[in-house]
């Protein structure tokens, strides 16, 4: 298979799949995914603990997708999160060009960057939800560190497919797409979430149809001056 420089070019998951195993995110994600599965299927001791930290990021993934996709990647580029950290230009050409798959997924060594991150986010939740079902810490934690970096393969898997001329048949993806879309071509503070639109029910950024809110027009530069 050629490399494939745009989403619009694939239309099918099989390509799709390709493109994603073969991107810098999925080389630095995947095999993490895997290490850490090995692992925990070495360390046993299968619990109630296992399944709590599960459901927690589940349920977590959302308000943590919004927060991320709101302050952080459409940080103004005068923010210090910006100007200190780099954070948001690859976002605000992503905006630009939706499909250019540079910019649509992580680069390698930012996915490793999340992962650190992640992994430390859930160290400071996680004691609390094993704490408080009362099982043995390392196993449940590892279950936890697994399901987050599982959770990150799953935003660069969903975020490239969004972007493809595939369309999901089951009705959670398809709705997912669709409002993904909106966001990038109605308005683009609405529909933040990608794999979970949790956040934006929390937040009340989540209108029924594209016409409940109005279009942007700036849903394309995020308000900087690249394009007028």
Avoid at 17 to 25: D, G, H, L, Q, T
Avoid at 72 to 93: F, I, M, N, V
Avoid at 121 to 137: E, I, K, M, Q
Avoid at 171 to 195: F, K
Wanted: proline letters at 6%; charged letters at 20%; hydrophobic letters at 45%.
């Amino acid at each position: 298979m050629t490399a494939i420089a745009r989403a619009d070019q694939l239309s099918t998951k099989l390509d799709t799949w390709r493109v994603f195993r073969r991107s810098p995110s999925g080389r630095v994600i995947l095999p993490v995914v895997a290490a850490l599965l090995v692992a925990r299927v070495l360390i046993g001791r299968w619990g109630v603990g296992d399944l709590a930290v599960v459901i927690s990021v589940v349920v977590l993934t959302g308000p943590v997708e919004w927060v991320i996709h709101r302050h952080l990647l459409h940080a103004s580029p005068d923010a210090w999160t910006s100007r200190c950290l780099g954070l948001g230009s690859g976002h605000r050409e992503h905006h630009l060009d939706p499909p250019e798959i540079r910019w649509l997924m992580l680069p390698g060594l930012d996915a490793g960057i999340f992962l650190v991150a992640l992994g430390l986010w859930t160290l400071l939740w996680s004691p609390l939800v094993v704490w408080a079902v009362g099982a043995p810490f390392w196993p449940s934690f590892t279950t936890a560190l697994v399901a987050t970096a599982s959770g990150l393969a799953h935003y660069e898997w969903v975020h490239l497919l969004d972007h493809t001329r595939y369309r999901p048949r089951t009705r959670r993806y398809a709705r997912l797409g669709r409002n993904h879309r909106w966001h990038h071509h109605r308005n683009e503070h609405y529909w933040s979430g990608i794999t979970s639109n949790l956040g934006d029910r929390l937040m009340r950024t989540l209108p029924r149809t594209a016409g409940d809110v109005p279009m942007s027009g700036t849903a394309r530069t995020l308000g900087s001056d690249a394009e007028s």
